[in-house]
């Protein structure tokens, strides 16, 4: 999970500041994060939320019991920053489910992940390919059945 840096920071207060509810929601603060493993990765995932065609990620839950992090929740709010650790929206979780690897079929959700391909099987094949080496990071050896924390989201402030 990654913390709050300054500019992270003063835009969660300015976010906080356009709502009646902002206690409510500072309770349901979870994570800043970017997506992917590089600034390039960060800035080309970002940029598919503003544009709205990705409303879906996902990640080991390997990696969330090895890091000792809690799991995400239905109505967390996640910053999600570019390549160069700025803040570009709030995010709310409107879905989490664990789904073995290899049951995610849902073309929805794969669809929703804008990135990887438009069928399931390419998907399929995108996600095995990153998650098999994160998967051996944390001890485990990779398995088609691997257990994801699948994640649906809608962009709440940007």
């Given amino acids: 999970m990654g913390a709050l ?3 992270s920071e003063a835009y969660w207060r300015a976010y906080l500041a356009t709502t009646a509810d902002a206690e409510e929601r500072a309770n349901r603060f979870y994570q800043v994060y970017q997506i992917g493993d590089t600034a390039e990765d960060a800035d080309y995932g970002a940029q598919l939320i503003l544009e709205g ?7 080991l839950l390997w990696e969330y019991e090895k890091d000792g ?3 995400p929740f239905v109505g967390a709010l996640n910053i999600v920053e570019n390549g160069r650790n700025e803040p570009v929206c709030i995010v709310e979780l409107v879905s989490v489910e664990e ?6 079929q ?3 959700f794969t669809i929703g992940y804008g990135e990887w391909g438009v069928t399931v099987e390419s998907w399929q094949e995108r996600a095995w390919a990153y998650y ?3 998967c051996r990071e944390v001890g485990f050896t990779p398995q088609r059945d691997m257990p994801m ?3 649906t989201f809608k962009v709440i402030y940007r």
């Fill in 5 to 7: 840096n300054e500019k």
């Fill in 53 to 59: 065609a990705k409303t879906t990620t996902s990640g």
């Fill in 69 to 71: 992090d809690p799991m």
């Fill in 99 to 104: 789904v073995p690897l290899n049951a995610i």
């Fill in 106 to 108: 849902d073309l929805d």
């Fill in 132 to 134: 098999a080496p994160h």
């Fill in 149 to 151: 924390v699948c994640e």
